[in-house]
């Protein structure tokens, strides 16, 4: 989760996620489910390095990260 992570902040959890199962560790990253993410839209907008990406599931379920 986002909180794992040593340059984020506590702030950047949301709540949904306080208290659930920790993540499964792959690699030198973290698993996150795609559905956790997408919580039910298409598209989520992601903030990174002062860019916005979109990542957007589509019709033929998959999923596209663009800037």
């Known amino acids: 989760m986002l909180a794992n992570r040593p340059h984020e902040t506590s702030s950047d959890v949301h709540p949904a996620d306080a208290g659930s199962a920790p993540p499964t560790a792959l690699h030198d990253g973290v698993e996150v489910d795609s ?6 839209q298409r598209e989520v907008r992601i903030r990174h ?3 916005c990406y979109r990542l957007r599931h589509t019709r033929n379920d998959k999923l596209i990260l663009t800037k």
């Not at 559905?35 to 039910?40: D, E, V």
């Open 49 to 51: 390095g002062g860019e």
């Open 35 to 40: 559905a956790r993410l997408l919580q039910g």
